[in-house]
């Protein structure tokens, strides 16, 4: 059938803020989604909280509204826009649940929307697991044996009847929220209860466990015709019982035979039909047993997903983009297969070479939790490798996580015999190297097969590896002939792997592989095979016989752009936004653009995004390798985060030419001597600070320096070790712990800024005129990490006076430091003072933010500025206007994540993701943002409050503010005396170690609006952490600054006036 | 398997391939020590490995796997397609010795050798992939005896061409067998074995159909004295023209009793209707191919393997009024996809001749059916083995073509 003509104006969600389980492969699949509707004509409307992505930019869709994707504010929006249809598919669970809600409060009906690209019966037969499971047995397959509890005793009586151990998976959540496995009644209880305070159907399946079977997932897409395709099948490295997005992922399937793959394949086509996927993209996930191929199917879902950007990255096809031209009409034998550009999307791909995703973690990020993988996801990032072989993908992918491994490295050597036995067994992020170490002491294949349940063929390819290291090592370097070396690339083995193992350095080894002529080649991902020919750029590089590269020569000059590798917290979609935006200026600017990066989440690694992609992990010789075969211009490294900046001196040092600000000139703004003998020398004051390699050393710096104190690690990254501490115990107490963090390394201890307003400026400067693209002033006081904290463009307590001295003192640093391109600020205002906290010679990750706050986009501008433009040239508004309108950055925390994690801002950032709120004032902005994090903020209700002493002066006005609009209050027995004595009616509430009642009991009865914690220091820690920890199981709204109480009061406030804006009506 | 991991006493033998247009790939062996010729083809299924290796239809053929591991799951009982492989070379990025599979009997490398299959690996079949794909199928040569790249290529070019060797008579087997249907037979078929595939002999037999196969040169009089509900065509290697005596049987058929072919079958139904045939330039090999049923409107995703196709406009002028009132033959078959509709011709010899079946990629006729003599017969292989079982109703419509159903090909995936 060809395009609906029916239709004009089309609604699509995007799936709000990055979070674990739903991250910018949402960005991936919506912008291709936008992108290929309006291509053929339609209007399309668009509604996500997330700043950060592309497909907010103003120019992706006709109109934009950064708004909540909740039921109520798409309403809006929806009454306003008046859609003829709405396609939630792109949008992972959060959008299909808010189209769910649509349809049942009957905003669809009303305004005559119709739902495109899935149907929403078929929604609840693919989540609603009791209906799933009896689909699947009419149509004969097997689901795991299962009963759905409602509570925790039926969960037990379930659990009973199948016996231990047994999976629960809550209805209608996020990547697994709330799941795991229960091997005993003590677990399930927990796990149960947990389970059914997360599902928004208060259901928990209680499943049959299949510990130990492989994990099969099937990438389908189907038309409205009936036609269906498996794009791609996925195996999963780890065995049943890890997350798939917490799993070692290897596409195509490596261990199923083609009898038992096509039966996958028929049922996963059966089950679309059945469920009733009217069209579009799903992916159906088996569990499929190693001794017998017994097949039992675990879940589907009727929509774009992780996997099936991963399945787009790992075969070219365009998933989202075809399920949004199924949705209006087309069939897959009408669309084009763009790679091709001659053949129809109605085939299956054919890769020939191999596919691995390996998971990225943050657990350092949260002390206190478990880092054992289960059924709920952890992951916070992935990276994807391509190489001819699982070997040499699986090398790759490793050494792309950028945690410190140069490929598959052994892990454990001091381990005994048993507990390295322990950990082979055990899932955990680290497992693969353990399972390596077995492997390097000669356990054999059987024996670490039958302690870690990992299919023998993939552990037996991690043999030859670990042959081949010995091998390596006992020929040495020299011993390595062009064959050897060329075998050795061929498994994997970085420079630096070789180097170790044959006691060289890894410049040595990359000179000699290029004596030797060892040097990879290019390759095409081109769908086919080979079969036809690729009119696409989408590259890999690996190393076979021969040497013949499919490199096509460059009609115009070519500048590499460095992305920024997996998203990890503290560094994520921002500066993949960041990188895109580079991409698209710099090719109207007349070059062709060579992307770099190992993400298969992102919108840089669709190969639309630039002219030439290269699928490669980001360390020295990969990035080397790709100038090698493209002979770039020169290489943009100042908006993929830290990740390009850590390897700009290498690269520059090897010849290649870096674009915008100078090496030399990151290195004075990264180097602390030399940047403090600047703003020395400049005049511009800073915090006071010290550096001390001893006990001894920092306790007598800091009586010099002053409490309370901001101490790190010297060598950190995204405040990873930071702690702020009030007193010499405090600070002895954390440099016991300081040492493990960085062995070896100094301790900096700066003064905090108690009681100061943080800002956050992002600039851009051409070497002779800087534009102040925004400052933000943030909600938290200095010392919660700004990725944590809260902020608002323009900004809004302070003076202009002010605002003109920090715009003065971003010029005079930016052009003293000899930036050119992107650079950020972060400020601390001190009684009229301001201090200098640190500088960024780079893009920062409030970029997106700012640009889309203040309509001017920053990276864009950045991008113009490397490649020699002038920012007199450009027409920029002024950076005094006023906006007339406020917009609001607030931050999404993890924590449910975490269970044991400690719950609290800090100097270390741990948040995942963002949300935006635009409003006429900053309170309506702000309280915007409390709805798109799905905070439910009940109208009335108890507010407990505990602050800590600092604090307790402060609360008085917020809690006035709350009894009058109708609040009950109940505090601590301190924070309650504060507030009788300002004559706040308040009900005093038992230390939780007093017994009851207390806040834990408030939490639990389920009558709390939401906590107002502030923590202090040690001493109140232990309550603290139970009360807020209690929150975040509920749902309870949280705060624990008083800056943040002040203005979520002040949100609540301005409740219901606020309208939804679209970009495209600002300014 | 990279030499790295192999231990170092044991090295592979080295191998050479060489192709008629003077490339050459160096490698390693990883089957049987010798040399083979044939016509160098590559194959892009990702799995199935086994199934490709026991093919018959790929007798005469170096086979090129595009997927670069092979031998993951090793060899089992099951999915043989013929008792020995018939393919001359297999050429693979890399082979796995240790291959892990609960039905696993013995590893790819190890069966090759058994058999006799010369095998190379260590070689960039992608690079190989786009030579053949650019240049099209061409001779070639493996061997671990003649490492010199010049002697190789010379030997290559004075090599027999695959059109004119007696491939099918190597590959048919000499004396009839029956094959029972599962269950109760609801039909008996008699197949005329060109070099047929254990997996189109299984579908016939789940679809009700007891099978004899019958040597490739049995006349028709021999197979009309069995009496049989329908005659069989099967799929076998090379060019059709090679095999005359197969070509006049069919004619002989045709209107007799209801007949199906497949691949190799599909050509000898349309050359018995005077079709021409072309070669491919480097044929369609794996199981990914769409094509659609014009009947229908429905893509299946098909397995297939052939150098050799029918050409459509040469079974006759088109019946404008069965064609949607077109009366000229158009250059590309896809126009009658674009429009659903299935194009009926008259030939002079068995009356009307419908394309049921078109080839998205390139626009090749897949499948014809001969409304008036009851027959079809597809280009592509309904069976799979190895690929998608999209088209697996092809063996239930043979069936209800033998029941006398008109619309017997009027259905798709269930």
Redo the contacts between chains.
Sequence with gaps: MPRRNDLKKILVLGSGPIVIGQACEFDYSGTQAVKALRREGYEVVLVNSNPATIMTDPDVADRTYVEPITARSVAGIIERERPDALLPNMGGQTALNCAVALAQEGVLERYGVEVIGCDIDSIETGEDRALFAQAMGQIGLATAESGIGTTVEECEAVAARLGYPVVLRPAFTLGGAGGGVAHNAEELRAIAAEGLSLSPEGQVLVEQSLLGWKEIEMEVMRDSAGNGIVVCSIENLDPMGVHTGDSIAVAPCQTLNDYELQRLRDASLAVLDRVGVACGGSNVQFAVNPEDGRVVVIEMNPRVSRSSALASKATGFPIAKFAALLAVGYTLDEVLNDVTGATPACFEPSIDYCVVKAPRFAFEKFKGASDVLTTRMKAVGEVMAIGTTFEEALQKALRSLEQGHQGLDALGAGLSDDELADRVAQPTPERVFYLEEALERGWGVARVAELSSVDPWFLSRMEDIARAKQRIAELGLGGLDRGLLLAAKQLGFSDEQIARLTGQRADTVRALRQVLGVTPVVKHVDTCAGEFEARTNYSYLTYRAGGESERRPAERPRVMILAAGPNRIGQGIEFDYCCCHAARTLHELGFETVMVNCNPETVSTDYDTSDRLYFSPLTFEDVMDVADAERPQGVVVTLGGQTPINLARRLSEAGLTVLGTSVDAIDLTEDRERFAGLLDELGVEYPASAVASTVDEALAAARTVGYPLLVRPSYVLGGRGMAIVYGPDELAAYLDEATAVSRGHAVYLDAFLEDSVELDVDAVCDGEDVYVGAVLEHIEECGIHSGDSACCYPPFSLSGALLERVRDITRTLALAAGVVGPMNLQLAVKDERVLVIEMNPRASRTVPFSSKASGVPLASVAARVIAGEKLRDMGLPDERREPGHYAVKESVMPWSRFPGATVVLGPEMRSTGEVMGLGATFPQAFAKTREEISYATPTSGVVPISVCDRDKRAIGPVALLLRAMGYELAATPGTAKALRAAGIEVTELRRVRDGSPNCVDLLRSGEAAFLINTPHGGAARGDGEKIRSEAVARGVDLVSTMSGATALVQALATRGASEPVALQDLA | ?????AP?GNQPAPALLALENGRC???RSCGALGEAFGEAV?N?????Y??VVTDPSYAGQVVAL????VG??GM?A??GQAPHPALEALVV??L?R??????SDEALGDYLAREGVVAIE??????L??CL?EEGAMRAAVSTEDLDPESLVERVRASRPIGERDLVAQVSRGQPRTIPARGAARRRVVAVDCGEKAGIMECLAAAGVECELVPWDTPATSILARDPDGVFFSNGPGDPAAIPQVTACARELLGQVPLFGICLGNQVLATAAGASIEKLAFGHH?????V?NLLT???E?TAQNHNYGPVFSSLGPLVPELSGGVAEHPGDLRVW?ERRIAPVVMNPQVGRVRLTHVN???GTPEGLQFLDARAFSLQYHPE??????DARYAFDAFVRLMDGDPEYLEQ??A
């Design positions: 398997m990279n030499p790295l991991a170092a790939f160096f490698g590559f892009t299924s990702m799995i199935g086994q199934e595009t997927y670069p591991q993951n799951y089992n099951r999915d990025g890399d796995c240790t291959p892990s599979h609960w039905q260590g070689v960039d079949t992608r690079a992939t786009l794909r794996g199981g990914n191919e769409p659609m409107g429905r893509t995703v996809s998205l990629n390139d799979a083995r190895p690929g998608p079982t798709g995936r």
